[in-house]
């Protein structure tokens, strides 16, 4: 049990890396302190993109619409923080 505890907290630990990484990269692309044009960001960005979105559409669903601020990847950072508390005091 203790194994399946330490693997869901690598995969959720990594989920949330991606969810930084995604945030960081938006930003640049949003202050053009680098350029869409950059192949390399912008695959990875989309990469990313892909991987995320079904777990974050539900989440924005139900939230109510900030206008520019997405808060769904921090809903989802607090989500996998609160089910690795969860597993862990079981």
Partial sequence: MDLLIEVTG???NAFVM???IQFVIGLL??????NQSNQFLA???????SLLEPILRPIRN???????IDFSPLVLIIGANILMAVLRSV
């Fill in 43 to 49: 695959q990875v960005y989309q990469s990313i993109n």
């Fill in 10 to 12: 690598i995969i959720l």
């Fill in 18 to 20: 991606l969810i930084i």
């Fill in 62 to 68: 139900i939230m109510p619409n900030t206008g520019a």
């Fill in 29 to 34: 692309f949003a202050f053009n302190v680098v």
